[in-house]
T-cell receptor, first 118, second 112 residues
Framework: DTGVSQDPRHKITKRGQNVTFRCDPI?????LYWYRQTLGQGPEFLTY????????KSRLLSDRFSAERPKGSFSTLEIQRTEQGDSAMYLC????????????????FGPGTRLTVL | KQEVTQIPAALSVPEGENLVLNCSFT??????LQWFRQDPGKGLTSLLL?????REQTSGRLNASLDKSSGRSTLYIAASQPGDSATYLC???????????FGAGTILRVKS
């Protein structure tokens, strides 16, 4: 169990550019979540996958944001035409689902990707 | 809409002190509550998860309680150490849906 990994850890981009982040969940975790955290606040939910199906999306996820989880393994979060307001820490989490026994819905977080939009 | 509030926003204590962090939530229809630790610039580490049917969970020097009907949870840290310095976040999962709703956190500093 190597934990949730995210890449890159830091990203600096200019306004208007597109960026893509990757998340690799804990092996055999079938549930994957994306959150966004701004300074001094708790994380806010963006979207949720069960296997490859995107089952829930927040209203925070504007048309410029898209997330995928092909084949139910890793996930990508893309932000198009970035804005300064997109600057935040983007966190990925996974949970085991029913295979996880008593802890089936406990969410385990990755180290995050810090995005700075200039 | 579920809202989660954590009090105090910041806390500074001398090493060895026992302390309590508070979390309250407005909608009691929760599935579980999870306490996390976050070090500066890092991701979240899960500390304790309490299912809605449980009253408390313990792990080492940490004890978390849940009073679902009153919408409250507390995290008790015994014999605090400088290494406990971090931001502590509580989050609730609603009965409907899978997302976690977080509080803004309590910034804890334990002085040696």
């Amino acid at each position: 169990d190597t934990g949730v990994s995210q890449d890159p850890r830091h990203k600096i981009t200019k306004r208007g550019q597109n960026v893509t982040f990757r998340c690799d969940p804990i092996s055999e975790h079938n549930r994957l979540y994306w959150y966004r955290q701004t300074l001094g606040q708790g994380p806010e939910f963006l979207t949720y996958f069960q296997n490859e199906a995107q089952l829930e999306k927040s209203r925070l996820l504007s048309d410029r944001f898209s997330a995928e989880r092909p084949k139910g393994s890793f996930s990508t979060l893309e932000i198009q035409r970035t804005e300064q307001g997109d600057s935040a820490m983007y966190l990925c989490a996974s949970s085991p689902g029913l295979a996880g026994g008593r802890r089936y819905n406990e969410q385990f977080f990755g180290p995050g990707t810090r995005l700075t939009v200039l | 809409k579920q809202e989660v509030t954590q009090i105090p926003a910041a806390l500074s204590v001398p090493e060895g002190e026992n302390l309590v962090l508070n979390c309250s939530f407005t909608d009691s229809a929760i599935y579980n509550l999870q306490w996390f630790r976050q070090d500066p610039g890092k991701g979240l580490t899960s500390l304790l998860l309490i299912q809605s049917s449980q009253r408390e969970q313990t792990s080492g020097r940490l004890n978390a309680s849940l009073d679902k009907s009153s919408g409250r949870s507390t995290l008790y840290i015994a014999a605090s150490q400088p290494g406990d310095s971090a931001t502590y976040l509580c989050a609730v999962r609603l009965e409907y849906g899978n997302k976690l709703v977080f509080g803004a956190g309590t910034i804890l500093r334990v002085k040696s």
